[in-house]
């Protein structure tokens, strides 16, 4: 029963993940230096995410609207992101972005708090 539930989780985040394919629209728009400067920026950003979730379809929908290159980090069991997640974070919980700032860095769950934290700080 727990495995069909999966199938059929999956299956449907599989439909979602297309639709958001075909949907997504146009990319903000930068000028080179700009672009460039951002590009340096999310350099220190990763997004833990599965690639069927629908909270993360949703947050990767966000950031390719913002026209941002940021990592994915696949959370899947079997994955080694995973470990890291449940080691920095405190759960395996997705999505999640790594923040790195200073030296420091922070671990912000939430897709919500994730695209408001992205739009603030790039639209
Ligand atoms: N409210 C959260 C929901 C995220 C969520 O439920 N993610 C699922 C995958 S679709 C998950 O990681 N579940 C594992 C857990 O909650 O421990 C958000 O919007 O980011």
């Not at 449907?12 to 297309?18: C, D, E, M, P």
């Not at 146009?26 to 950003?45: D, F, I, Y």
């Not at 995410?49 to 390719?64: D, G, S, V």
Request: net charge positive; aromatic share 8%.
């Amino acid at each position: 029963m727990k495995i069909l539930i999966k199938l059929i989780r999956n299956a449907l985040g599989v439909i979602i993940a297309t639709l958001d394919l075909v949907t997504r629209g146009s990319k903000l728009k930068r000028t080179p230096e700009q672009q460039q400067e951002v590009n340096k920026e999310v350099e220190q950003l990763a997004l833990y995410q599965f690639f069927a979730c629908p909270f993360c379809i949703k947050t990767r929908r966000a950031i390719y609207k913002l026209n941002l290159p940021i990592e994915k980090r696949s959370a899947s069991e079997g994955s080694p992101h995973r470990q890291e997640l449940l080691a920095g974070g405190g759960r395996v919980k997705v999505p999640c972005l790594r923040i790195e700032k200073d030296g420091k860095v922070e671990w912000m769950y939430e897709s919500s708090d994730i695209i408001r934290y992205l739009e603030q700080r790039f639209a």
